[in-house]
């Protein structure tokens, strides 16, 4: 049987069990290596846990091989220009990777909105100041 009349604001404010559902974070795909499971992790922890949607593990999963790939190509890079000789065409090419990567890296985290362009707001944006500059007085 029901209580009568209206109800207390202690009874309104207790969330029934039955209300409340869990998202959970997404676990690294089994396809994905440690580093870069440890790079899923870390990503999937840092954003809300319902950022992820399923649609979106493929790009995150692809996003984290970017990642251990730039970082493995930057060792390179750093072992290339420490080497007693210098070959310009390895060092072009692998600034040449890197810059690849860079953009695949760029490209996922915007589409994913995790980059800065992708989660600033046009109206919170920086407005030019509207301070007059010494030059433009006349």
């Known amino acids: 049987m029901t209580q009568r009349g209206r109800k207390s604001a202690a009874s309104l ?7 409340i559902a869990t998202i959970r974070r ?7 290596s440690d580093e870069q499971a440890h790079e899923w992790v870390q990503v999937v922890n840092r954003l809300s846990a319902d950022w992820f949607p ?8 692809q996003y984290c091989r970017h990642v251990v790939s730039a970082r493995r190509v930057a ?7 420490s080497a007693g000789e210098f070959d310009v065409r390895e060092y072009e090419l ?11 890296l760029s490209s996922l985290a915007t589409r994913m909105r995790m980059s800065q362009q992708a989660t600033v ?11 007059s500059k010494p030059w433009d007085a006349g």
Request: net charge positive.
């Open 13 to 19: 404010a207790v969330i029934s069990s039955s209300g």
């Open 26 to 32: 997404p676990s690294p795909p089994a396809e994905l």
């Open 54 to 61: 399923r649609e979106t593990h493929g790009m995150l999963a």
């Open 75 to 81: 060792q390179l890079i750093t072992l290339a220009e």
């Open 94 to 104: 692998l600034l040449r990777m890197q810059e690849r990567e860079g953009r695949a």
């Open 121 to 131: 707001h046009p109206e919170k944006a920086r407005k030019p100041s509207a301070v």
